[in-house]
C-alpha cells in the first residue's frame, strides 16, 4: 500500500558533442549541458558540410536530468542501449554486423567539481536489426527495427551526478564500425530502484531481524533442555532459521553512506544460500513424514535429492560471478553481448525454470503420499476415548494445515523465482515485459518470514506433562510423553505422537 513500483525507468537521449581537441581524451570530459557544456552538433548532416569526421564525434549523456540528482536509495543503476540506424542506400547494415563503443564513466558530486573516472573500456556489442520495408530508394531515412542492447550496470549509486561519454572509433582498414548503417542517434534507458520502496524494504529487515533471532533463540534452548539428541528435522529447522537471519540482516543500511559496489553480488549469494537451504528442507520435512520403512533421520539418506539442489545452486553462483562478479571491474561487461553468452544465460534460466517445475510436482507427490499415510493411520481413531481422539485430531488438523501451507509456499517461491529472473532478464532479450509491483516482493518476503517462524513455533519440543491424575486416565498418555508434531524421534524422551499413531499398525 505504501511502497512504489520497486523500479524506473529513465529515457536519455545523448547529445552528439564535437571534440575540438585532438588526442586529449583522456583528460576532457564532454558535457552535453551545465556550466561547460560542449558544442553541439543538430545531426550528421551538419557534420558531413562542416567536414567533421565521425572520429571527433561523442555521444554525451548526463546521469539524472537536469535539477534533479542521484541518491544513495536508488542502490543500483543499469543502462540499456537503443541505437536509432537509418536506412542509406550506399551506406547499408551489413547482417551480423558488430558495433564497437568506446565507453567511459565518471561521477562527481557537485556541479562545478571537475569530473572523476570510475570506469572506461571498449566494448563490442551485436546488432539485431530488421527493416520491414523493401530497400530501395524510396525507403531511404527510414529507421531500422533494433533490439535493445545491454550497455551498463552499477552496483551502486552513491555519487549525485554521472556522465557517460561514448565513441564510435572508425578504422576502415581494421573494420571496425564498417557497415553498420547510418547511425542518427543514441538512446539509453536507466533504471533504478525506487527510493520509496528502498526505504520500505529496509524496514521490513530491520523489524524482521529480530524477530526470527528472538524465536530461533527460544527455539534451540527449547531443543537443549530435551534429554536426547536434536534429531535431523530439527536441526534442518534451525538451519533455515540461520539462512533466513543471514537474508534478513539489513546490511544494506551501509550502502547509504558507502560506495559498496558489491551489494548485488551479496545479495543475489544470500538468496542463492537462502533457496538452497528451503529446497532441501521440504524434501527432508516431508520425508521425515512419510512414515515408510526406509531409515530415516540421516541426512545422507536424502543425498539423492540434496545433491541435485547444491549442484543447481552451485552452477547459479557460478553464472551469477561471470555476469556480476565481472562487473565489479568493468560495469559494461555483460554475458549477453556474445551468442555462447546468451546462449549459456537463457539455457541457464529456462534449466533452472524446468528443475524448478519438477521439483515442485516431486514435492506435490510426496505431500500426497504423506497425506495418504495419515489418512490411513486415522482408520484408528474411532477406537481410542474421545479426549485422545480429539487431541489425535486436533494434532492431524494442524499438520495437515502445515502441509498445505508448504506446499502453497513452495508454489510461491517457484513463481517469484521464475519472474524475477524473467523481469531481470527482459531488458536484454527485448519484448518481454512483466509488471511486477512491490506488493509481490514485500509479500514472498514476508511469507518465508511467516513460514520459518510458524515452524520453529510448531516444531519446538513441548514441555508440557500429560499425566493420568490431569486427564483422569482418559488420554491414555503415558506420563511425561510429549506432545509435538514432530517425527521419527526413538530416543529416551519416546516418539511423538503422530510417529507413535503411524508406527502403531506396523508394530502390530
Not at 524496514?203 to 530461533?216: D, E, G, Y
Not at 534429531?231 to 534442518?236: G, R, T
Not at 551468442?339 to 510436482?361: K, R, S
Request: glycine residues 6%.
Amino acid at each position: 500500500l505504501t511502497a512504489p513500483s520497486p523500479t524506473t525507468a529513465v529515457p536519455y537521449t545523448s547529445a552528439k558533442c564535437i571534440d575540438v581537441r585532438k588526442n586529449h581524451h583522456k583528460t576532457k570530459w564532454l558535457m552535453p549541458w551545465g556550466p561547460n557544456p560542449c558544442e553541439k552538433l543538430k545531426d550528421f548532416d551538419e557534420a558531413v558540410s562542416r567536414q567533421i569526421e565521425a572520429n571527433d564525434i561523442v555521444f554525451a549523456v548526463h546521469i539524472p536530468l537536469p535539477k534533479k540528482e542521484m541518491s544513495p536509495w536508488f542502490q543500483f543503476m543499469l543502462f540499456i542501449m537503443q541505437l536509432d540506424i537509418a536506412f542509406k542506400m550506399d551506406n547499408d547494415l551489413k547482417e551480423n554486423a558488430e558495433i564497437t563503443l568506446d565507453v567511459s564513466l565518471a561521477y562527481r558530486d557537485d556541479t562545478f567539481d571537475d569530473w572523476e573516472e570510475i570506469a572506461h573500456a571498449i566494448e563490442i556489442r551485436k546488432l539485431k536489426c530488421t527493416f520491414g520495408s523493401p530497400k530501395t530508394l524510396e525507403s531511404e531515412g527510414r529507421h531500422y527495427d533494433c533490439d535493445f542492447l545491454p550497455f551498463m550496470e552499477i552496483g551502486s549509486v552513491a555519487h549525485k551526478y554521472y556522465l557517460i561519454n561514448i565513441r564510435l572509433p572508425v578504422n576502415e582498414r581494421k573494420g571496425i564500425n564498417v557497415g553498420i548503417g547510418e547511425i542518427k542517434d543514441i538512446r539509453l534507458v536507466g533504471i533504478h530502484q525506487n527510493g520509496g520502496f528502498t526505504k520500505v524494504w529496509f524496514a521490513m529487515k530491520t523489524f524482521l531481524t529480530p524477530s526470527i533471532l528472538i524465536i530461533m533463540v527460544w527455539y534451540w534452548r527449547r531443543i537443549t533442555l530435551m534429554t536426547r539428541a536434536p534429531v535431523l528435522l530439527e536441526k534442518v529447522i534451525f538451519a533455515l532459521g540461520i539462512s533466513m537471519t543471514f537474508i534478513n540482516i539489513p546490511v544494506e543500511w551501509f550502502s547509504i553512506g558507502f560506495d559498496w559496489t558489491w551489494m548485488l553480488l551479496f545479495g543475489d549469494i544470500r538468496q542463492g544460500i537462502f533457496y538452497a537451504m528451503l529446497l532441501s528442507f521440504w524434501i527432508i520435512f516431508c520425508g521425515e513424514h512419510m512414515m515408510d520403512q526406509n531409515e530415516r533421520n540421516r541426512l545422507s539418506g536424502y543425498w539423492k535429492q540434496v545433491g541435485p539442489i547444491a549442484v543447481g545452486s552451485f552452477c547459479l553462483f557460478i553464472f551469477d560471478m561471470c555476469e556480476r562478479g565481472v562487473q565489479l571491474k568493468n560495469p559494461f561487461y555483460s554475458i549477453w553481448t556474445t551468442e555462447v553468452g546468451t546462449e549459456l544465460a537463457m539455457a541457464f534460466i529456462i534449466v533452472a525454470g524446468i528443475c524448478l517445475c519438477l521439483y515442485f510436482l516431486f514435492l506435490c507427490f510426496m505431500v500426497f503420499q504423506v497425506f495418504r499415510n495419515i489418512s490411513g493411520k486415522q482408520s484408528s481413531l474411532p477406537a481410542m476415548s474421545k479426549a485422545r481422539r480429539l487431541h489425535y485430531e486436533g494434532l492431524i488438523f494442524r499438520f495437515k494445515f502445515l502441509m498445505l501451507i508448504t506446499l502453497a509456499c513452495a508454489a510461491m517461491t517457484v513463481i517469484f523465482f521464475i519472474v524475477s529472473q524473467v523481469t531481470e532478464g527482459h531488458w536484454k532479450w527485448g519484448d518481454i515485459t512483466i509488471q511486477v509491483n512491490s506488493a509481490f516482493f514485500t509479500g514472498i518476503y514476508g511469507m518465508w518470514n511467516l513460514y520459518v517462524f510458524a515452524l520453529m513455533f510448531l516444531y519446538a519440543p513441548s514441555h508440557k506433562n500429560y499425566g493420568e491424575d490431569q486427564s483422569n486416565g482418559d488420554l491414555g498418555v503415558n506420563s511425561g510423553e510429549e506432545l509435538q508434531l514432530t517425527t521419527t524421534i526413538t530416543h529416551v524422551d519416546g516418539p511423538t505422537e503422530v510417529y507413535k499413531l503411524a508406527r502403531k499398525e506396523a508394530q502390530e
